[in-house]
Structure formats: C-alpha cells, structure tokens
C-alpha cells in the first residue's frame, strides 16, 4: 500500500476499507478489525479499545483517511490505527483512484473473446460459447476473478480469462496436435460461474459470497450452465461433457476444490495454465509492494513460501 511516512514511527495514507468488523478481544474489550486496500494492494489493520457504539461510522466501500503504525504480526503485515476519518471533498482524493483496476477495459477484453471464439470451425462450439458470454455479458466486463488473492480487481474476470486465452494460443503453436478450439472454450468458460458466485460491492469488488456461491461454487454452478445451454442449443453431448469436465477439473486437485481431476490432455492444459496465470499474478503483486533485494511476506496461496525480488520487473500483461 502507498503509505507516506510522517515521522515518529507512525505513517498516513487514504484507503478504502474492503472489510470491517467490531470483534471481542480476549481482555473483554472491543477492537474493529479492518482490510484495507488501494491500488497498490492491501493490509490488515486494527483499531484497539474500539466504542461498539461508533461502528456505523466506518464500513465496506467507504474512503477513509487513517494514520498508525506498522507492525508485522505472523510474518504479515498490519496497521495498528491511531486515527481515521472518512474523506472528505476537502482532500480532493475520489473512491475511483484508491480501487485497483484491470489494466484493460472490461468491454475491449469482453469483444477480443467474442472476435477468437466467431473465428472457430466448430460451429457448435462456437454457438454455445459465444450464447453464455453474451448472456452474462453486464456482468462478465466488471467482475473481480476472485474474492481475495489473485485477479481480485475490478475487471479481473475478463483480465483472467483473456490471459488464458492468449496462453492457450501459444500452447497451440507449440503442440499443433492439440484441440484448440477445445482448449479455447474451455478457457473462456471456466470460470464463468464467478459472475453468480460474488456479491459485489460499490466499489466493483468482490465483498462475500452468494448462496449459490457458497452452497455450489463457481466450478459445478459453470458446468451446469454449460449444460443447460448445451441442451437448449441442441450441443453434441459429449462436446458438452468435455466443456462441463474441463471446468469442474480445472483446480486440479481435489483439495483445491476440483470435483475430479483433469482426465484429458486440453482439461490437464486448462488446469496448468489457469494455476500459471494465477500463480504469475499473486507473485509480481506480492512483489510490487516490496523494495528490490526484499522478500514478500509469506504467501498462504503458494505454500507460504516468501518471494526474493531482485529486479524492478512490474506486473504488465500485453493482451493486445
């Protein structure tokens, strides 16, 4: 996060608050726990002896201006806050310049989808996947791709699958043997069920999940939209069953939350490159908020390792 430094230990900025909630300490007190985050990324603060009474003062989407002190806690950072105040017209600051965007607009990275999915052969395929964008298109060009961790940035979804597009493309180069439009619709539609799975805040990020989120989740709830238009559209079944397999597989390992794992090559494909996409994401993020020659804090996602940075690369992704 973009801190200015204020002398005395103690450090200021603007942020949007992403999560807040009044928690009991284990002396009796209160406390509110906040996430805070800007465009530089996010951090966990806290004020302490906090008056339950005052919550309704600060919640999620709101701008607020803070000043504390750093601290690391379990190898992470945090802000311990001694002040905050909601901003103000006075600081000439607007919610739109502290919440972290794709670096594309939504609508071009939606239409460069449409253009290689209309190129297709497979006429089937291409019917089935360009009907499911179309259908959840409003939501498709402003979604995060995720909650927390990588992509979880208004436009992330499309950022995300665009990626992975691209990264199928260079995969088809090499091994011409593979079944590309395959691959490419698997691509496109993997994590289409996202747009059911959050609830989305005013600031176009993801704050929780649905029902449907929770109790199903984005993999079974995407095969079984592939399903239902596949049969409205009169699909080849077993083109449908592969679509349906790619995306409940493409976390890989059960205990990632893949009901099966990748049992074909373009399945096995999609599931490596979603992880690399991801992977590639939530390193040059951790990255970007740390000096060169310093280590990240320990990453959960990637089996809390800690990430040497030893240049002064930035995380730019060339979609067009």
Known sequence: MNFTDIGNGQVECFAVIKQCEVKAAKNGTSFLDLVLSDKEGEIFAKIWDYTPSLTNNFSADMLVKVRGKLQKYRDNDQLIIDRIREATSADGVSLDDYVKSADYKGEDMFESLIKTVSEFHDEELKKLVIYLLN??????????????????????????????????????????????????????????????????????????????????????????????????????????????????????????????????????????????????????????????????????????????????????????
């Open 135 to 320: 259908e959840n298109r409003e939501k498709l060009v402003c979604f995060p791709a995720a909650f927390k961790l990588h992509h979880a940035i208004r436009g992330g979804l499309m950022m995300h699958t665009l990626s992975i597009v691209k990264l199928c493309e260079g995969v088809c180069r090499v091994y011409p043997f593979v079944n590309r439009e395959l691959l490419i619709s698997g691509a496109v539609l993997h994590d289409i069920a996202k747009t059911m799975e959050f609830e989305i805040s005013g600031t176009g990020l993801a704050s929780g999940y649905t029902v449907e989120g929770n109790l199903i989740g984005h993999l079974v709830k995407g095969a079984m939209m592939v399903a239902e238009a596949a049969e409205s559209l009169g699909t080849d079944k077993e083109k449908s069953i592969l679509l349906q397999h790619m995306i409940i597989s493409h976390h890989g390992e059960p205990e990632f939350g893949a009901a099966v794992r990748p049992l074909f090559l373009e399945a096995e494909l999609l599931s490596q490159l979603d992880m690399m996409d991801a992977t590639v994401y939530e390193i040059m993020d951790a990255t970007a908020g740390i000096k060169q020659g310093e280590f990240t804090n320990r990453l959960w996602a990637l089996d809390e390792r800690k990430f040497y940075k030893y240049n002064d690369a930035s995380l730019e992704v060339n979609l067009f």
